[in-house]
């Protein structure tokens, strides 16, 4: 079925990204569509609905610049409310209705100097640009255990939470200690009968204040607009010239800081041999740092078993670790995500046939995280070697779509016939982000998911300061010269 209509950009994915995409697009007049493979609007906010479920990163920094919300609840919101805060500003600024719900891309074809989409229910279009603000934490990751299918009870990932099971009251098995295992543990404890987390590696957990705002904060927040913006403002220069520097430097003051303040939040468990299955053995925010204002408390109630033997396999009444048998009512899997899908499983098709999916069939790489040679007029926001570690992931993307608007300027003004990097500039940037890449403290000496398959963290590994000047202008010489 042909679709085509007379639209210039296609956007694929309605979560932070691509909701951005559509603002600043219909700002500056262009026509666009964007694709959702669900059905709502929120990304990674509306596929993950687990108990306890919150932004790691101050609400007020988790903001639009444009729409900054003083009605945020806490300085660390739950994932309910950010969920909230997306669908309202995409209906705000009227970008809903250019969402196509329930139809995912399945492939993106360069076809007569344009690109060919074609969705799940059979639809092709032609446009001229394309971009993927797909997200990473989307593709949940399953673990390889023994007896997966054995187990009797409910079992799913926390991305694929079922609200239909009540945990409340039951034995409750929960694999995975990262940032979704350690906000569920701390919500779930105080209520079930038992629960056993069962820890592959120990996390340097960063004690926070969780601070409730009061009607009367909110109600200044909204009153004066220049105080919510300086709040904005001094957080993300804190946050940027602060932790998301240091974390370059494996050797930083800081990171040295960090770790202490975690390391006194770890004496607070009375517990020893607690407190030892629960210290981490290498550098801290060498694994992405987990933050929990409770995560301590709740597993020093008599409910909770932290067990650090390695799973034998899973049985149909619960899971054997070092030979023990923990019998179990419900089985959650905090396993993360399959971080370098990206747009994966789509089929995207660049010139002469190139396909995307055997470019990254070692790892995902971009030029600036934005762009790959021989997919021209296609653009990733938030895509391979994005700061998804250092930066709030809405600065990074407000970034990275102006870069890609000043593009675009350039292709409208002849001074680019495509915007197609070239194979030289992609090569260079590669080798001097990989190359940079090995100093940061997370090559420091653990397995995350920020490793590639090299065992190089494949985040960026520059200063927040050369994230900002790259996005300032777009460099010409990089992309392939006008055809004379």
Same mark, same amino acid.
């Given at each position: 079925?042909?679709?085509?209509?007379?639209?210039?950009?296609?956007?694929?994915?309605?979560?932070? *990204?691509?909701?951005?995409?559509?603002?600043?697009?219909?700002?500056?007049?262009?026509?666009?569509?964007?694709?959702?493979?669900?059905?709502?609007?929120?990304?990674?906010?509306?596929?993950?609905?687990? =108990?306890?479920?919150?932004?790691? +990163?101050?609400?007020?920094?988790?903001?639009? *610049?444009?729409?900054?919300?003083?009605?945020?609840?806490?300085?660390?919101? =739950?994932?309910?409310?950010?969920?909230?805060?997306?669908?309202?500003?995409?209906?705000?600024?009227? /970008?809903?209705?250019?969402?196509?719900?329930?139809?995912g891309v399945t492939r993106c074809t360069w076809v007569d100097d344009e690109w060919e989409i074609e969705t799940e229910k059979g639809h092709v279009e032609r446009?001229?640009?394309?971009?993927?603000?797909?997200?990473?934490?989307?593709?949940?990751?399953?673990?390889?255990?023994?007896?997966?299918?054995?187990?009797?009870? @409910?079992?799913?990932?926390?991305?694929?939470?079922?609200?239909?099971?009540?945990?409340?009251?039951?034995?409750?098995?929960?694999?995975?200690?990262?940032?979704?295992? /350690?906000?569920?543990?701390?919500?779930?404890?105080?209520?079930?009968?038992?629960?056993?987390?069962?820890?592959?590696?120990?996390?340097?957990?960063?004690?926070?204040?969780?601070?409730?705002?009061?009607?009367?904060?909110?109600?200044?927040?909204?009153?004066? !607009?220049?105080?919510?913006?300086?709040?904005?403002?001094?957080?993300?220069?804190?946050?940027?010239?602060?932790?998301?520097?240091? /974390?370059?430097?494996?050797?930083?003051?800081?990171?040295?800081?960090?770790?202490?303040?975690?390391?006194?939040?770890?004496?607070?468990?009375?517990?020893?041999?607690?407190?030892?299955?629960?210290? @981490?053995?290498?550098?801290?925010?060498?694994?992405?740092?987990?933050?929990?204002?409770?995560?301590?408390? !709740?597993?020093?109630?008599?409910? /909770?078993?932290?067990?650090?033997?390695?799973?034998?396999?899973?049985?149909?009444?619960? +899971?054997?670790?070092?030979?023990?048998?923990?019998?179990?009512?419900?089985?959650?899997?905090?396993?993360?995500?399959?971080?370098?899908?990206?747009?994966?499983?789509?089929?995207?098709?660049?010139?002469?046939?190139?396909?995307?999916?055997?470019?990254?069939?070692?790892?995902?790489?971009?030029?600036?995280?934005?762009?790959? @040679?021989?997919?021209?007029?296609?653009?990733?926001?938030?895509?391979?070697?994005?700061?998804?570690?250092?930066?709030?992931?809405?600065?990074?993307?407000?970034?990275?779509?102006?870069?890609?608007?000043?593009?675009?300027?350039?292709?409208?003004?002849?001074?680019?016939?495509?915007?197609?990097?070239?194979?030289?500039?992609?090569?260079?940037?590669?080798?001097?982000?990989?190359?940079?890449?090995?100093?940061?403290?997370? !090559?420091?000496?653990?397995?995350?998911?920020?490793?590639?398959?090299?065992?190089? =963290?494949?985040?960026? =590994?520059?200063?927040?300061?050369?994230?900002?000047?790259?996005?300032?202008? @777009?460099?010409?010489?990089?992309?392939?010269?006008?055809?004379?």
């Amino acid at each position: 079925m042909d679709n085509t209509k007379n639209h210039t950009f296609a956007i694929i994915g309605a979560g932070m *990204s691509g909701i951005l995409a559509g603002i600043k697009l219909k700002e500056a007049g262009y026509s666009f569509q964007i694709f959702e493979k669900a059905d709502s609007v929120g990304g990674t906010w509306r596929e993950n609905t687990y =108990p306890g479920i919150a932004c790691d +990163v101050p609400s007020h920094i988790y903001s639009y *610049s444009f729409e900054l919300n003083p009605e945020w609840s806490s300085s660390h919101s =739950p994932g309910e409310e950010i969920h909230k805060y997306f669908k309202n500003v995409a209906i705000k600024y009227g /970008v809903e209705p250019s969402i196509r719900f329930n139809e995912g891309v399945t492939r993106c074809t360069w076809v007569d100097d344009e690109w060919e989409i074609e969705t799940e229910k059979g639809h092709v279009e032609r446009f001229k640009w394309v971009i993927a603000a797909t997200g990473i934490l989307h593709h949940p990751k399953y673990p390889d255990i023994e007896g997966m299918d054995d187990f009797e009870g @409910p079992m799913f990932h926390t991305a694929r939470w079922d609200h239909n099971i009540e945990t409340k009251g039951k034995r409750i098995g929960l694999i995975g200690t990262g940032s979704s295992g /350690v906000q569920i543990t701390a919500e779930i404890a105080p209520e079930v009968e038992k629960l056993s987390v069962f820890q592959r590696t120990a996390q340097w957990v960063v004690p926070n204040e969780r601070l409730e705002y009061t009607e009367e904060e909110r109600e200044a927040f909204r009153t004066d !607009a220049d105080m919510l913006q300086n709040m904005h403002i001094e957080m993300s220069r804190a946050f940027n010239d602060g932790f998301a520097t240091s /974390v370059i430097d494996g050797e930083s003051q800081l990171i040295d800081d960090i770790q202490n303040r975690c390391l006194e939040a770890l004496e607070t468990v009375e517990d020893l041999e607690l407190r030892e299955k629960l210290r @981490p053995t290498y550098r801290a925010a060498c694994k992405r740092l987990v933050v929990s204002h409770n995560f301590y408390d !709740a597993v020093q109630r008599p409910n /909770v078993n932290i067990i650090t033997e390695a799973i034998d396999r899973i049985e149909k009444n619960g +899971v054997r670790a070092g030979g023990e048998l923990h019998e179990l009512d419900v089985l959650v899997l905090a396993t993360g995500f399959h971080v370098d899908a990206f747009m994966r499983p789509m089929d995207i098709t660049g010139r002469n046939g190139i396909v995307l999916d055997e470019v990254w069939e070692d790892w995902p790489s971009a030029y600036l995280s934005i762009a790959v @040679p021989e997919f021209p007029n296609f653009f990733m926001l938030n895509g391979p070697n994005s700061p998804v570690g250092n930066f709030s992931l809405i600065q990074t993307a407000e970034m990275q779509f102006d870069y890609v608007l000043k593009v675009v300027d350039h292709v409208n003004q002849g001074d680019l016939d495509v915007a197609a990097i070239s194979e030289e500039a992609y090569n260079r940037f590669d080798t001097e982000r990989y190359e940079a890449a090995k100093g940061t403290v997370w !090559a420091t000496g653990c397995n995350s998911w920020y490793l590639d398959n090299n065992g190089v =963290p494949f985040a960026w =590994p520059f200063p927040f300061s050369r994230f900002r000047s790259e996005m300032e202008a @777009p460099k010409l010489e990089d992309y392939e010269p006008v055809k004379s």
